[in-house]
């Protein structure tokens, strides 16, 4: 680590020689209808995290620029987005000119998707979510503050841990990046959440489909880009502070944020602590073993000079978090310890409101991040090396400070692309992606302490090339990659005298008597991928897009080499070795409208999987469950599998009554796996469909008022029976029919005499009626043992553990550096 400290430290007083003339964007912003100049404009350049806003004149200026070719977003409250293809050679002049709208739907660049374009004309479906839909909506995590846009939702072990699902698709299928860097952190782990503070997500886009072409195996069922806030404007230091509370589990949690950039050196500092105690439901009270506890640092340095740019990234995560494991007595119901603490059988209410998650079974995870992502001009385009550095430490504690599980992985993800646009238009990406991964167990536990071995020790190496190509003509974009990845993994050995035992220990292999834990294998797995698809913008502000893609995932090591109990969620698993790579063939087709008063699209893909990779509960030959060491038995198989859907959006933001906004999402998944009985034929954790509405209401501003962008709102997420499932064996229940309800307003505090921005402040309501629910992809509500001895299967949903009750989040917001006036796009504080 030392060494490589040393390598990027000498890189970076090389590069900061490298400038010689800086190069510029400038120009002026003017209403299409009066002709008068626009104040408070954001002018941004997505791909270089830079941007500028205008002044009272109008003006605008973005200072240095490395010379090439970038799509460039200009944004203002009430206006349209604009997104124009600019090249910057010296000083660059660029005049815009605005018009009024009210349209959510903006015309925002996107760049998770290889060759940066916007997503209108995007043929592969793609979700923005903003900066205002994140901060003005109160979360548990960063992946809760995601899963309700249409096609997105997300599978929970508990308001801690949830794992992103699109299309149907979650788990290893879904991959994680923020800010371009991969997010590896043990993901194969069905309760291994996304270790990312959710205070530093500024927006996300997410990739609704297959995207093996640009990110290779992990991608099948999309990608979560999660991106941290734009640098600040040249010569300023600019941040915030963010306090926030929300009533139902006690969150607590703080964010201070401030970032400089002094003519092209730009820094950013970011601490942010969050805690919380166990949550309540309507059904039994507080919940026990729920508590929370997060902690991150996160340094970002940097260059953007005239020949690209060059920025080191370091980041410390420390999350200490319990696992329900649903517990109870088993004549009563009420919640009961695993034993006795100090003569205590049950939690009271001290025990419930504790902020110390370390009294009952949790997990321990340890996340450092260092990434280095450099952009360099060659000729007409660019090369981008980016490279990372992971290291992960996961402990699974019972009782005491001993973790039975025990595990330490390190990744180094890497990616070198060259991207050139030329004078035609034609835009190419080209290059290798990929990483490095190893993960090896801790030596066994001191007894009486019997460690768990989860997964084998293992390395592996992963490499993929491609090039994708992309053309825009006056209404029609033509995109369409290959990509071939090869993976190589190694697994280690691990045999055990009297295994799931006080006196288990750990042996060579050859010992008699010996149980094989796991057997060393090595495997290879290769795959081709490819997409093909078009937009065409049809008149009227009418489009369609459509896609083809093919995608390859090659199985995870849960998948080919697990052989042990999950600690935090009662189950033994067992994984297969000769599985096969699973090959999917999807097809998306779209079609919208975004016009300036009504936007609304419609999204049908269908999803052809072959080699379909998914988790089996194992039957007794006696009847019953098949029991191993005392647990529920599941094992991996593969099938062919079908997963068809629609996700759709339909918004009503009237020019003339500005003052009220709707927004209507709405998700249906199907699932189908071929030749199995009716038990059997359904994907599990295929989620439910679901409707959500909201009603924004919005007060005029007053000249002099303290009081600007006011707004109250309310919504409801409906969510349908879902009685497709994997019922054999009672591996799934149906869901039943729910409706939640949701309120919020907020609101900016400016100075009247400046209108100068001094704090935001928002109030939101979940479940605002208190309503006892189970969302059909929780996984707590599979969770159920007695007296703390044997897991019991859940056969009625009343069982497990239910979803929070009523929640209450209040956020306050201040800005650093003098703050934004009011209605200036947020994009720069």
Not at 191 to 201: K, M, N, S, T
Request: net charge negative.
């Amino acid at each position: 680590m030392k060494n490589i400290f040393i390598i990027i430290a000498i890189s970076f007083q090389l590069l900061a020689i490298g400038q010689i003339h800086a190069q510029s964007l400038s120009g002026t912003v003017t209403d299409s209808a009066n002709h008068q100049t626009i104040p408070g404009v954001v002018v941004y350049i997505p791909q270089l995290k830079l941007g500028a806003t205008s002044d009272v004149k109008g003006n605008y200026t973005i200072s240095p620029l490395p010379k090439g070719t970038y799509m460039v977003e200009v944004e203002l409250l009430g206006y349209a987005t604009i997104t124009k293809q600019v090249a910057i050679n010296g000083n660059t002049v660029i005049n815009f000119t605005m018009a009024v709208s009210s349209s959510s739907t903006k015309e925002v660049v996107i760049t998770a998707l290889g060759n940066v374009t916007n997503a209108l004309r995007s043929p592969v479906p793609v979700s923005i979510v903003t900066h205002d839909m994140l901060i003005q909506q109160s979360s548990t995590n960063v992946v809760d503050g995601i899963a309700m846009q249409p096609g997105i939702t997300a599978i929970t072990t508990g308001p801690g841990v949830s794992k992103p699902e699109v299309n149907g698709l979650g788990f290893s299928r879904v991959l994680t990046l923020f800010d371009g860097v991969r997010q590896q952190d043990f993901q194969w782990g069905d309760e291994h959440g996304i270790q990312i503070d959710p205070y530093a997500v500024y927006n996300a886009e997410i990739i609704r489909g297959p995207a093996t072409l640009q990110y290779g195996s992990d991608a099948v069922g999309g990608v979560v880009s999660f991106k941290s806030a734009p640098l600040p404007e040249s010569g300023t230091i600019q941040g915030s502070v963010l306090a926030e509370y929300q009533t139902n589990n006690g969150l607590i949690g703080t964010s201070a944020d401030v970032g400089g950039n002094n003519n092209g050196f730009t820094w950013d500092l970011r601490l942010s602590q969050e805690e919380s105690h166990c949550y309540w439901d309507p059904k039994d009270g507080y919940v026990w073993g729920t508590a929370s506890q997060q902690d991150n640092a996160r340094l970002t340095i940097g260059l953007e000079k005239q020949w690209g740019y060059s920025r080191l990234t370091v980041s410390v995560l420390h999350h200490t978090l319990e696992i329900p494991d649903g517990n109870r007595d088993s004549a009563t119901g009420q919640f009961k310890f695993d034993y006795p603490i100090n003569g205590q059988v049950y939690p009271n209410k001290s025990n419930f409101m504790s902020y110390n998650p370390t009294s009952v079974g949790y997990q321990q995870i340890e996340h450092d991040e260092l990434s280095w992502q450099n952009s360099i001009n060659v000729g007409q385009g660019h090369i981008l090396i980016d490279v990372g550095y992971e290291q992960d430490h996961r402990e699974e504690i019972d009782t005491g400070t001993v973790p039975l599980l025990n595990m330490w992985q390190y990744d180094i993800p890497y990616a070198v692309k060259y991207q050139v646009e030329s004078n035609s238009g034609l835009k190419l990406t080209t290059g290798v992606n990929g990483f490095y991964e190893n993960m090896h167990n801790n030596a066994e536990a001191p007894a009486p302490y019997v460690s768990v071995f989860l997964v084998p020790s293992y390395e592996l190496f992963d490499v993929g090339g491609f090039a994708i190509l992309e053309k825009d003509y006056k209404n029609l974009t033509l995109s369409g990659g290959l990509r071939y990845d090869t993976r190589n993994e190694t697994a280690q050995s691990l045999y055990l005298l009297y295994p799931g035992t006080s006196s288990q220990i750990e042996v060579p292999e050859g010992t008699p008597n010996a149980y094989p834990n796991f057997k060393g294998f090595e495997k290879s797995y290769t795959g081709f991928s490819g997409s093909i698809g078009a937009s065409y913008q049809l008149p009227q502000e009418w489009y369609i897009k459509a896609n083809v893609a093919k995608s390859y995932r090659a199985p995870a090591i849960t998948e080919i080499g697990e052989n042990g109990v999950h600690p935090g969620t009662a189950d033994f698993e067992i994984g297969d070795p000769n599985l096969k790579p699973e090959a999917g063939y999807e097809t998306d087709i779209a079609f919208g409208n975004n016009g300036k008063e009504i936007n609304f699209e419609v999204d049908g893909f269908a999803n052809y999987i072959q080699n379909f990779i998914y988790a089996n509960r194992i039957a007794s030959k006696l009847g019953g469950d098949s029991i191993t060491q005392g647990y529920p038995t599941f094992k991996f198989q593969s099938n062919t599998a079908l997963i068809a859907g629609v996700a759709a959006y339909f918004n009503v933001h009237p020019t003339d009554t500005k003052w009220i906004e709707l927004d209507n999402g709405f998700t249906y998944i199907y699932s189908y796996i071929y030749n199995q009985t009716d038990s059997t034929q359904h994907v599990p954790w295929t989620p439910a469909p679901r409707l959500t509405s909201d009603v924004k209401l919005k007060l005029t501003d007053k000249h002099h008022s303290i009081l600007k962008g006011t707004y109250i709102k309310f919504g409801l997420a409906k969510y349908w029976a879902q009685n497709n499932v994997y019922s054999a064996n009672w591996t799934e229940l149906p869901s039943v029919p729910y409706t939640l309800y949701n309120m919020g307003i907020g609101t900016d505090f400016v100075n009247p005499k400046t209108s100068k921005l001094i704090c935001s402040f928002y109030i939101n309501c979940t479940n605002l009626t208190n309503l006892a629910y189970v969302d059909h992809t929780s996984r707590p509500q599979y969770f159920l043992s007695y007296n703390g001895i044997t897991p019991v299967v859940v056969t009625q949903q009343s069982q497990g553990i239910y979803n929070m009750g009523r929640n209450v989040g209040f956020k306050l917001i201040f800005p650093i550096g003098g703050g934004r006036r009011y209605g200036e796009a947020p994009g720069l504080d």
